[in-house]
């Protein structure tokens, strides 16, 4: 992996584009969406009492994936909820209500890598599962500064690790998968981006690597700050 990485300070800047996933990977709301899940599960009489490391197991692997695991958590929440989704919207508010008290600051590394890629007059995206109203409300991070586009799940179909995010950004930039780069911090999302036909590289520790089985074949840094040259 440390071949890797130097492989990839040294070829970093040779892309035409770079896609990025926002929650998780360029700030840091997964400690918001955790909070939201929980509170969300308590307004209805139970506790899912995850660690953080444990909701990241099954959050970045897909929606299905979750809803498995909070009703298999709390059975009796199967009762009250037929589907995930209508659980999940009142899990929105909550989270919409955090937000207002607990905004959002950039991951650690970010905002330097953005830097250096706007110094080299790269083009940049990013590409989410949030809704559009979630993101317009990070207005203290001026998105603009850095970032063509924003393609949110409004402007596409099938959430990741479905590729239609990023096979719309790419269609947008009119531009091929093999020249642009993805950063993604979730097993789901760098299944988006393959099979988008883009690279991909994971940004995440090595306790999410651990808990969610990632292999070592997998092209992984601990944070943006690796890829920041010294």
Not at 14 to 31: H, K, Q, R, S, V
Not at 98 to 115: A, E, H
Not at 179 to 208: N, P, R, W
Request: aromatic fraction near 12%; include cysteine.
């Amino acid at each position: 992996m440390l071949i890797f990485c130097k492989a990839m300070l040294e070829n970093i800047l040779n892309f035409d584009a770079y896609l990025f996933d926002l929650d998780g990977t360029l700030i840091n709301t997964e400690p918001l969406h955790h909070a939201a899940w929980e509170q969300t599960v308590k307004n209805h009489g139970f506790s899912l009492n995850w660690s953080f490391e444990e909701y990241l197991t099954f959050a970045l692997k897909s929606r299905p994936h979750l809803f498995e695991a909070i009703f298999r958590r709390c059975p009796g929440l199967k009762n009250l909820f037929s589907e995930g989704e209508h659980l999940r919207q009142q899990k929105i508010a909550v989270y919409e209500k955090l937000l207002t008290t607990n905004p959002p600051d950039w991951m650690p590394g970010v905002y330097s890598f953005l830097s250096l890629l706007k110094k080299n007059q790269k083009e940049m995206v990013i590409v989410t599962n949030s809704p559009r109203k979630h993101v317009s409300g990070y207005t203290h991070l001026c998105f603009e500064t850095f970032f063509k586009q924003i393609i949110t799940i409004d402007d596409f179909i099938h959430p990741k690790p479905h590729p239609a995010g990023y096979l719309k950004a790419l269609s947008n930039l009119d531009k091929k998968g093999h020249k642009c780069m993805v950063f993604e911090d979730s097993l789901k999302g760098i299944q988006s981006a393959q099979q988008a036909g883009t690279h991909a590289l994971l940004v995440a520790t090595d306790t999410y690597k651990k808990i969610a089985l990632i292999d070592d074949t997998t092209p992984c840094v601990g944070s943006f700050n690796d890829l920041i040259p010294r």
